[in-house]
């Protein structure tokens, strides 16, 4: 697909945004979690639209870390932006 196909589409699952599959799991669906990762870490290669839909998905899933210094650096970030209170009454909210 080029970068002109990609536009108006996820850069995980390359649906179009209204028919994203990322925010679906289970066996039907398939493991995109490499992808995932390359596109979280490489977010400069896309458009706006397209990271305004990672952001969606972002606040969508319930990350966590098994390492405790990356749950701990999460901590500081929610701290330093003022979100503490928001982004755990989200998670809250969707246990």
């Known amino acids: 697909m080029s ?3 990609l536009k108006g589409r996820c850069p995980i699952c390359k ?15 398939p493991d995109r979690s490499k992808r995932q990762s390359v596109v979280f870490d490489h977010l ?8 305004r839909h990672i952001r969606k998905l972002q606040h969508h ?6 390492d405790e210094a990356k749950n701990e650096i999460y901590k500081e970030i929610l701290k ?3 979100a503490a ?3 755990e009454s989200d998670r809250s909210e969707k246990e």
């Open 3 to 5: 970068k002109n196909e």
């Open 15 to 29: 649906y179009l945004f209204e028919d994203c599959q990322c925010f679906y799991a289970g066996n039907a669906h």
């Open 44 to 51: 400069y290669l896309f458009d706006r639209a397209q990271i």
């Open 61 to 66: 899933f319930l990350i966590s870390y098994v």
């Open 80 to 82: 330093e932006i003022g």
């Open 85 to 87: 209170d928001e982004a």
